[in-house]
């Protein structure tokens, strides 16, 4: 949660939340999308990279081994991913969300929307974490 966090506060992502990650290297989807900026909430272009569970992006699409994420969102901790047209009121937009926030994104297309939001779907059940032993209910022990 933390590095969501430090990505909606736009604070350089920890090492942590992406080192053993190449996302230089065959990405399971990348492309541009547009963010919406942390604070002034303007709209900008950037390269985002899904890879093993880690939504990043960066400013422009040479990303190298040296390259640095401006953001990074561990999909695992998302609840849901979709369509954001008639939130934001703009076409091809979609939400990640958490349970405690919710980023924006807008495609170039519908056909590229659809299949972000495809991917980073797979993603979230792929890199959910199960349910923690404090969420369990014993129902067994309330009798």
């Known amino acids: 949660m933390e590095s969501f ?9 920890n090492p942590d939340d992406y080192r053993n990650i190449q996302f230089w290297s065959n990405p399971e989807r990348s492309g541009w999308l ?4 942390d604070y002034l909430k303007n709209w900008r272009r950037r390269w ?6 880690k939504l990043l992006w960066f400013k ?3 990303v190298l081994s040296s ?19 008639d939130v934001l009121n703009k ?11 919710t980023m924006y994104f807008i495609a170039d297309s519908e056909k590229e929307k659809e299949e972000w939001i495809n991917s980073i779907g ?7 974490r199960s349910v923690t032993d404090s969420e369990v209910v014993d129902y067994d022990s309330k009798r």
């Open 5 to 13: 966090l430090r990505s909606w506060t736009g604070q350089d992502p």
């Open 34 to 37: 547009m963010k919406q900026g």
């Open 48 to 53: 985002f990279v899904l890879k093993q569970g």
């Open 60 to 62: 422009d699409n040479r």
């Open 67 to 85: 390259s640095i994420p401006r953001g990074v969102i561990p999909v695992g901790n998302c609840l849901t991913v979709k369509g954001a047209e």
């Open 91 to 101: 076409p091809f937009a979609f939400e990640l969300s958490t349970s405690q926030d």
């Open 122 to 128: 797979r993603s979230i059940v792929q890199h959910s």
